[in-house]
């Protein structure tokens, strides 16, 4: 019975080009599970297909899901991280998806726990239509906005290239986003997009975000190579 399913992990997987020709599909999906499934370490990127939906999805009553220590990268359908119920998101990297992280529609409270993340809209970024792009963590439907009494959200960095200084100003106080108490607007101060490595100065370090090294995700040219620690 896959309610029942709990604990299985997916790490140190790189995933790209999923769901290329279908609407409503996730790179990784949990759907109506039991706690403890983990995704972590992976490095998710170049969805292109505007239809689909996010890199990372939890959905309906699974509960206690965790996305952890993962980058995702150019996701132009539903976004980065969708989550639902009670998930877990902690360090990841959501860079230019269309939405960065954003609490699933459903008939119950969100509780989820979103902390530690980096959601940033580099200059490169030409691929997502403006009017998708949303930095806080909000709502899939705004008008449900007492999910965000009861989501727990802080020590999250965002930033983007591309917005005025008028809408820096004004994008936390949205009726459909949340930030947390503690969370920075800031530039992250990649030191290479290309492999993640922040600069020394990243403010990221100050909200005990953890570097993520992306030689570690997907297969390795060492097959040897040790990953735990």
């Not at 439907?141 to 100003?169: G, I, M």
Request: include cysteine; glycine fraction near 6%; aromatic fraction near 12%.
């Amino acid at each position: 019975d896959y309610i029942h399913t709990r604990n299985n992990r997916v790490e140190y997987c790189e995933i790209f080009n999923t769901s290329y020709d279908l609407g409503d599909s996730n790179a990784v999906y949990i759907h109506t599970s039991n706690e403890g499934n983990t995704v972590y370490y992976c490095y998710i990127h170049d969805l292109e297909n505007p239809h689909a939906g996010a890199a990372l999805r939890t959905d309906n009553i699974q509960r206690h899901g965790i996305f952890s220590h993962n980058i995702i990268q150019n996701v132009r359908g539903g976004g980065g991280i969708s989550a639902s119920y009670n998930t877990i998101v902690r360090n990841n990297y959501v860079i230019d998806t269309g939405r960065t992280i954003y609490l699933h529609q459903g008939p119950w409270p969100n509780t989820s726990l979103i902390e530690k993340n980096i959601c940033y809209f580099s200059p490169r970024n030409k691929a997502i239509p403006y009017r998708r792009r949303c930095l806080p963590i909000h709502l899939s439907k705004a008008h449900e906005t007492w999910k965000l009494r009861t989501v727990r959200p802080d020590w999250n960095l965002f930033f983007s290239t591309s917005y005025s200084e008028e809408e820096k100003a004004s994008f936390a106080q949205r009726p459909d986003t949340v930030m947390g108490p503690n969370s920075l607007y800031a530039d992250p101060q990649f030191e290479d997009i290309k492999s993640f490595r922040l600069r020394k100065t990243s403010p990221a370090f100050r909200l005990g975000i953890e570097p993520l090294n992306r030689s570690l995700m997907g297969l390795l040219r060492e097959p040897c190579k040790i990953r735990y620690q």
